[in-house]
Nanobody, 128 residues
Framework: VQLVESGGDLVQPGGSLRLSCVVS????????IGWFRQAPGKEREGVSC????????YYADDAKGRFTISRDTAKNTVYLQMNNLKTEDTAVYYC??????????????????????WGLGTQVTVSS
């Protein structure tokens, strides 16, 4: 299983970015996919996740109303659309995969320990 993130960039406050996570080697319907972020000097925190069925999603409080997670099974890619970005959103963003035995709408907790596979991250910097 390989996950590769892209789409990070330098953006001004209030701007938008769309992050992509290409998943290789396995079908998305066998994995819940989560987005996490880690800012300098801080612990890695969960941002959002989408179920293996694609029918359920969850957002951390700070992401609600600003971020949207989605996926394209034809491209085996999960996206994180981020709008109205704030300086405190600056971090390295990671996607991660949690293998599930069946395709389901169940969502794993948005905790790093639940996820089995990780990408290397993409840098998002929000600054004027």
């Amino acid at each position: 299983v390989q996950l590769v993130e892209s789409g990070g960039d330098l953006v001004q406050p209030g701007g938008s970015l769309r992050l992509s996570c290409v998943v290789s080697g396995v079908p998305l319907d066998a994995y819940a996919i989560g987005w996490f972020r880690q800012a300098p000097g801080k612990e890695r925190e969960g941002v959002s996740c989408i179920s293996s069925s694609g029918r359920s999603s969850y957002y951390a409080d700070d992401a609600k109303g600003r971020f949207t997670i989605s996926r394209d099974t034809a491209k085996n890619t999960v996206y994180l659309q981020m709008n109205n970005l704030k300086t405190e959103d600056t971090a390295v963003y990671y996607c991660a995969a949690d293998h599930l035995p069946v395709t389901t709408g169940w969502l794993p907790p948005l905790l790093a320990s639940y996820y089995d596979y990780w990408g290397l991250g993409t840098q998002v910097t929000v600054s004027s």
